[in-house]
């Protein structure tokens, strides 16, 4: 494929800083009196180097084999990179999402879909994600000296730690989720790229030229930069290579996939070759790329969700990731390997601050008086942007009726994802629509064997104490919000 070289524009959207208060003074003493530091759980901030935490206080890590069970995901190193260690599954609340290796290859950085960063080897730790925030973190870049690092989440959302300066990020501009960034060579600005092909550039990070009209419904997946910083690749999830600037295109991977797909990039240290990683484990190399190995043989049900190559080109990483909860596939497109999200009317308000507490990182999507279509919309729109969790929670049908054809059409909307939870809905005899709606619900999870019905009525039925005197509402925080989210939580 030729190189695409269009005049550099600069990206326009740029959004303030996420400021947030870490509360570090309170922790010093503690900290101090710490007979283990490095296992000590890490204190949870969203900007820079003044706010960030004592290296001390850097997440639980495991350092171990890479056939340890209790793991969230694995680096698999080939050719002269090394294993330095993972994270243990009991401190992550989703899968890994990104790697990053440190400035001479002796260390990395993980990544969890939380916003979770744990630092191994030399890879230094600068601060992770307050869990509020809810973040889909989808990517990492460093600054290039191992001072800082920049976060990127799927909704545009920037967030930077250490000596990282916060740049800009799209906000309102987005149509597609932001998939992966790259940083400038001397960390003064970084690139994000959506799935859509948009390309946006910040600091001093030149846009190129993106790929949107040249998908053909296909989608970005990865971004990689030349070391120069006058240029960069786009791959798509068919395998399929852009180059814009002074990237040169060497090969793509199309009709080589089957029904793997392509999921990370990584450029060699003169821009002269690049590798591809699919979710399968299936490296491609191309240019002066060498091929260390693949990992088609050592994931066990895992999936490939991230690569990082060493800075001298010499071997790589392939980030697995845990799969799905057992039994159920990986995700199609669309939807975060990892995560949950809840979508539902008022009565799902009520247990929201419950499922936050019994599911980390779900996504809680609800609205006073929200009728059933516009739950499908909802599920649409997050879809489209590459939001959608891999499962899905449904708690609708207090406002109205619900009828077969719009069950199978929220089903449709829904295809791809790994499971469906739908929840009963209770309501006073009064309500003539409540049997309609939990019959529809009951019958309709029947086709579907992967789903399933959370009968939350039937626990309500038992106990009326839980509810306010309209029959409706419960108490946030309350025995019975406690209880939906027990439930839905057994179900997932």
């Known amino acids: 494929m030729p190189n695409r070289k269009t005049p550099p524009t600069r990206g326009r959207a740029r959004t303030g800083r996420l400021w947030v208060l870490a509360v570090v003074a309170t922790l010093l003493p503690v900290l101090a009196a710490r007979a283990t530091p490095p296992a000590a759980a890490g204190q949870a901030i969203t900007r820079r180097s ?14 171990a084999p890479r056939n340890l069970q209790d793991v969230a995901g694995a680096p698999i190193p080939f050719g002269a990179a090394q294993y330095f260690g993972t994270v243990a599954l009991k401190d992550s609340s989703s899968g890994m999402a990104a790697m990053a290796a440190s400035q001479n290859g002796r260390g990395y950085l993980l990544v969890t879909g939380g916003g979770g960063v744990f630092g191994f080897g030399d890879a230094r730790f600068h601060g992770t994600v307050a869990a509020w925030h809810k973040a ?21 959302q920037v967030f930077s730690f250490g000596d990282a300066r916060f740049h800009g990020s799209p906000g309102g ?9 790259a940083a400038t060579p001397g960390g003064r600005g970084y690139w994000l790229a959506a799935s859509g092909g948009r390309v946006f550039g910040y600091g001093d990070a030149d846009v190129y030229g993106s790929a949107t009209p040249e998908l053909h419904g296909d989608r970005i997946v990865a971004l990689a930069a030349t070391p120069d910083g ?16 002074d990237a040169h295109s060497d090969g793509s991977a199309t009709g080589e996939l089957g029904s793997d797909r392509i999921v ?5 240290p003169d821009a002269k070759g690049y590798w591809l990683v699919s979710a399968g484990g299936r490296v491609f190399h191309y240019g002066d790329a060498h091929s260390y190995g693949s990992a088609t043989g050592e994931l066990d049900g895992d999936r490939i969700v991230a690569m990082a190559a060493t800075p001298d ?13 057992v039994g159920l596939p990986a995700p199609g497109p669309g939807f ?19 499922l936050e507490a019994d599911i980390p990182g779900i996504e809680v999507e609800a609205a006073v008086s929200r009728q059933w279509d516009a739950g499908i919309a909802v599920a649409q729109q997050l879809k489209s942007e590459d939001r959608l969790g891999a499962i899905v929670v449904i708690d609708l049908g207090t406002n109205g009726p619900v009828s077969t054809q719009q069950f199978a059409e929220m089903m449709n909307v829904l295809a791809g994802a790994s499971r469906v939870v739908f929840v009963t809905v209770h309501l006073p005899p009064g309500y003539s629509w409540v049997n309609s709606v ?8 029947q086709s579907y064997p992967r789903d399933r019905l959370a009968d939350f009525n039937k626990l309500a039925d038992a106990n009326p104490q839980w509810f306010y005197s309209d029959g409706v509402h419960m108490p946030i925080g309350g025995l019975g919000a406690q209880a939906m989210a027990s439930l839905i939580k057994s179900e997932i």
């Not at 939990?438 to 999870?445: I, K, M, S």
């Open 50 to 63: 003044e706010a960030r935490p004592a290296r001390s206080v850097s997440p639980r890590s495991v350092q």
């Open 136 to 156: 889909h973190v989808v990517a990492i870049a460093e600054t290039g000296n191992g001072g800082g690092y920049w976060l990127a989440c799927a909704s545009g």
């Open 173 to 181: 501009q987005l149509s597609t989720a932001i998939v992966a960034m």
């Open 230 to 245: 006058k240029g960069y690749w786009l791959v798509t999830s068919h395998g399929r290579v852009f180059g814009y600037g």
């Open 264 to 268: 990370a990039m990584a450029a060699t």
């Open 313 to 325: 080109g010499s071997g790589y990483w392939l980030l697995a990731s845990i799969p799905p909860p």
């Open 336 to 354: 975060l390997a990892g995560h949950v999200t809840a979508i539902g009317d008022s009565v799902m308000l009520d247990a929201a601050p419950a």
């Open 438 to 445: 939990n019959v529809t619900l009951a019958q309709g999870v």
